[in-house]
């Protein structure tokens, strides 16, 4: 069974600065999508960046980024300029590749970001 | 606008009732689920319809029912409500089951 890990259950970073998070799974498969997912105190889970395993270059949008590793199976998420409203509970998440129950998300226990001023 | 919406976002009820929640999605998705996210934060699938069907039924007791009238809608109805119950319980949608998933904002179910 795949297995997702977030070593990191707190992070703190200050405005303006970057933090990475860290993630790590298990799996057989050679393909497969991973997932970063941010959960504000509002509890709306909102999908931030998303990887398919076959794609070498690293997933970016805007200020975020990947650093995949696939054979570490590590995924790693940094923030560059961080800002006030990045804080939140952060959920790395895998899926299989292919249909029926593969399309279930797998979820690591999160991680909680606080940005400081 | 809202893309996946969930009602009730709060639901307070006594252990032994039976209640639903409801889920909409306008994105022309598919693809439905429900998760389970408890109080420890850790979020676990349970269901998943495609295009009606049922294709996705995780170790759930079944006081747990999913209903799909249409491809738009999956509803959730738990029967004879207990404690262990109270979570928060998100729908999320994708447009096939290898597309990215979309959350709904999410309802707190309190079984006192």
């Known amino acids: 069974a795949q297995t997702v890990t977030q070593s990191q259950p707190e992070m703190s970073v200050q405005e303006a600065e970057t933090v990475t998070l860290s993630c790590t799974y298990d799996?057989?498969?050679?393909?497969?999508?991973l997932f970063w997912y941010k959960q504000p105190p509002s509890r709306q889970m909102i999908l931030v960046i998303r990887q398919e395993a076959y794609k070498q270059q690293n997933a970016t949008e805007n200020r975020f980024s990947v650093n995949f590793q696939k054979a570490a199976k590590s995924f790693s998420l940094k923030i560059s300029d961080s800002q006030l409203g990045d804080a939140a509970m952060y959920f790395c998440?895998?899926?299989?590749w292919g249909t029926g129950t593969a399309s279930k998300l797998t979820f690591g226990t999160g991680t909680r970001l606080q940005v400081t001023l | 606008d809202t893309a996946v919406s969930q009602t009730p976002k709060y639901l307070v009820t006594q252990m032994g009732n039976d209640k639903s929640i409801k889920c909409e999605q306008n994105?022309?998705?598919?693809?439905m689920y429900w998760y389970k996210q408890d109080s420890k934060k850790f979020l676990k699938i349970m269901f998943s319809y495609n295009n009606k069907e049922l294709i996705i039924n995780e170790t759930v007791p079944n006081r747990f029912s999913p209903k799909s009238p249409d491809k738009a809608h999956l509803n959730l109805h738990i029967n004879s409500l207990e404690l262990g119950d109270s979570a928060v319980y998100f729908c999320?949608?994708?447009?096939?089951?290898?597309?990215?998933?979309?959350f709904g904002p999410g309802t707190r179910l309190t079984v006192l």
């Open positions: 999320a949608s994708s447009h096939s089951v290898a597309d990215t998933q979309y």
């Open positions: 994105l022309g998705h598919d693809t």
């Open positions: 799996t057989s498969e050679s393909d497969y999508y």
């Open positions: 998440a895998y899926r299989r």
